[in-house]
């Protein structure tokens, strides 16, 4: 069996979710890998290749920077604002995007961010 819902683990850090990629190409019997990974991948596949460099043939990372993100740093602070912003969001009350779009206008003025942000609902 592939897995349940009990096997989600309540630590979901880099190195346990590089442990993830080994499982699966364990299963796979694959030995060696190619990794081609995008923004938090990137950071999974490097702890993987860090972890397990003998697992790792190449390595492609698009799209991150290879640091850690702190509080005094404006980006990731309005990275933060956001993820507020949605979790206080009551998407019961929202039955399509526009809704979600419109519910998020007072909080998040600029359209072409709004928009963004839609598109990973």
């Known amino acids: 069996s592939c897995g349940s819902v009990d096997d989600i683990r309540q630590d979901m850090s880099y190195p346990n979710m590089a442990l993830d990629v080994i499982h699966v190409l364990d299963r796979l019997d694959i030995e ?10 990137g ?3 490097q702890s993987l290749a860090l972890l397990h460099p ?6 492609v990372v698009l799209d991150m920077a290879p640091v850690t993100y702190t509080n005094d740093d404006a980006a990731w602070k309005a990275v933060q604002d956001i993820i507020h912003v949605l979790s206080d969001l009551d998407l019961a009350t929202c039955q399509t995007k526009r809704d979600v779009d419109l519910a998020l206008r ?3 003025p600029d359209p072409a961010l709004r928009a963004f942000v839609l598109t990973n609902l």
């Open 32 to 41: 060696k890998a190619v990794l081609v990974a995008h923004s938090m991948g």
């Open 43 to 45: 950071k999974v596949a």
């Open 54 to 59: 003998d697992r790792v043939a190449g390595l």
């Open 106 to 108: 007072s909080a998040l």
